[in-house]
């Protein structure tokens, strides 16, 4: 039995338990959100679709304790008006979604909840960090989806150029699931060739391609006030990794022992979450961006301090 629940059925939680029971790999579901109306709407419209849908999922609602033998939590809450007039400042939700994990978090922990839980909200790599914290979950079993979404913006400018399908652009962005991320091209192939070695011949401009791609999220905003469809596209392939033990390797918000943060960076994905990270070699540049990156995430969380105990805080002042 796959058992997947949800935490917050807005665009994105909605699209992804649309993804689930369309893709018939969920068997039973829950859906969790304060708005009980919403949550109920949603229920309801799932259902009404099984008819037509060559799987069945039974589909449940607003009851924690079903998180006991759930396999798969997403965490997709929050206020997505809050990045409205932002500016490409995913932190601007910060002091939305950290009460939401305040709130949720000892409700997960109390239903016994032991499976692999996947976030996305945003700040993405602070919440999932505060959120592992929270519920005492390993770091290993709660993940963010990180730059896993960067990362395809990034294969999508980059496929583009060459007139190729995304999937034939190999290769990671690094870091932040914001502003200070980068794409590592030092990592990125096109067609199994290494696109530093077509620079040239292809008037390839590598900043343009980095900055299209990390403005890919606030393009998409700007348009409909949200993004749904590659976001939840991004958890669900995170979760059939985890369910079919693929040790799937992509980038995700994962803990670094290096930084002492939550960060986004190439990892292991199977059975019980986070295997491993994968620390590939990044030229020296690559390397400062990445440092650069985690700081940014360390000291950006560290201006809330009401999020941190003055233990934590303390140790985590002092990154590895
Ligand atoms: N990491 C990424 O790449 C990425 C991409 C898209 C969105 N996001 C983030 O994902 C989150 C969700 O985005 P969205 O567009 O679906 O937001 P949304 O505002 O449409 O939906 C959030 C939902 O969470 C519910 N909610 C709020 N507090 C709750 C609580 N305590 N318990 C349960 N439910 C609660 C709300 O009622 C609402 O239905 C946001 O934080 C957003 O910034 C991240």
Partial sequence: MRKYAIIGVGHVGATIAYTLVCKGIADELILIDTNAGKAR??????????????????????????????????????????????????????EYTKTIVQEIAPKVKASGFNGVAIDTMNPCDAITHYFQRATGLSRAQVFGTGTFLDTARMQKVVAEVFDCDPKNVSGYVYGEHGESQFSAWSTVQVNGIPITDLVTSHHL????????????????????????????????????????????????????????????????????????????????????????????????????????????????????
């Fill in 41 to 94: 709407a949603e229920q309801l419209d799932l259902q009404d679709a099984q008819a037509r849908l060559d799987s069945r999922t039974i589909i449940k609602i607003n009851d924690y304790s079903e998180l006991a033998d759930t396999d798969i939590l997403f965490i997709t809450s929050g206020n997505i008006h809050a990045l409205d007039h932002a500016s490409g400042n995913r932190w601007a939700e910060f």
């Fill in 205 to 320: 401009d590598l900043d343009a391609l980095e900055a299209e791609a990390r403005h890919g999220g606030w393009a998409v905003h700007s348009g409909k006030g949200y993004t749904s469809f590659a976001i939840a596209t991004c958890a669900v392939k995170l979760s059939e990794a985890v369910f079919a033990n693929a040790r799937l390797a992509c980038p995700v918000s994962a803990y670094s022992d290096r930084f002492g943060t939550y960060v986004g960076q190439p990892a292991i994905i199977g059975r019980d979450g986070v295997e491993s990270v994968t620390t590939l070699a990044l030229t020296a540049d690559e390397e400062a961006k990445f440092q650069n990156s985690a700081n940014t995430i360390i000291e950006k969380f560290h201006a809330f301090d009401d999020v941190l105990d003055s233990k934590t805080a303390s140790a985590q002042r002092k990154p590895a």
